[in-house]
């Protein structure tokens, strides 16, 4: 490393909604890992704590800027063999943030987690509805992303443009050698969880054989109760539901509270035709991974 100080040895990078933070408390689980108090500090993203958007202040309260600032956050972890965070958006900044990244982490390990890109959009634009944050019907919701973008909006409201990942993982792959870049599927996390975190776990560098409780966490979906949602939000329950109850609690009261509801056929296809030339700068990047299941439903 070319700075001292205790650095982290590895970081998630994206994409957001994705499992960046199912697999952040996963990983946290395990005696030789240990995680940033703060999930998403952003640091190598170069980000200004300055997002306007309708509840951007939490993220802007995650951003660290200062480098002793983020020196602390692993302070704690100083004996731990893999030390890491989770920004999801340093994906989105891949160009910039991979370039800071060489210069003081050159041997770092960068945990990639890539959902269906179409579906991460949705999943993201109920994020925002979940939050309160976000009234506008999807397909307006896309047609004003360049705007809000240009006023300052964090990138959660990128709902396309989260999902270029073979732009991103262009960048990613042009600076750091696909040995130090281990890439993973959404649809892994859900149907082979197990061997997905002891896949990461070698990746990183510590022991797979360490079992956790595998849950999940961020879920987005649809209030069942528009109203009753409006109140919650505004007496900010669902926050002091996640700050007072136990985890596993708190997801499961959440995971009762939402609802799936898929987005419109017209638009959900539209967005997914509008990936078709990335996705090919993806496959071309990545021959070892298998995009199947994206092609089946694009």
Known sequence: MSRGGTWPTFLILGAAK???????????QHPDIYMSPIKQPHYFADLQPTFSGPGDQALNRDIVTAEADYLRLFQAGTGRKARGEAS?????????????????????RLVVLLREPASRAYSGYLHLVRDGRETLPFRQALEREEE??????????????????????????????????????????????????????????????????????????VPRSATLHALLVKLRAPHLAKALLPEPVAQWVVSRYLQRRPPPADVAAELRA?????????????????????????
């Open 18 to 28: 994705s499992g960046t933070t199912a697999l952040y408390h996963w990983l946290r």
């Open 88 to 108: 999801p958006f340093y994906l989105y900044y891949a160009e910039r943030t991979v370039e800071r990244v060489r210069r003081v982490l050159p041997e770092a």
């Open 148 to 221: 809000r973008l240009g006023r300052g909006w964090e990138p959660l409201w990128a709902h396309r443009g989260l999902g270029l990942y073979g732009r991103q993982l262009d960048a990613v792959l042009g600076v750091f050698p696909r040995e130090q870049v281990g890439v993973w599927l959404y649809d892994d996390m859900r149907t082979r969880p197990t061997a997905l975190f002891q896949e990461v776990c070698a990746f990183i560098g510590v022991d797979r054989a360490f079992q956790p409780t595998l849950s999940r966490h961020n879920q987005s979906g």
């Open 274 to 298: 509008s990936y078709r030339d990335d996705r090919r700068t993806l496959a071309r990047l990545l021959p070892d991974q298998d995009f199947g299941p994206w092609e089946a439903v694009g």
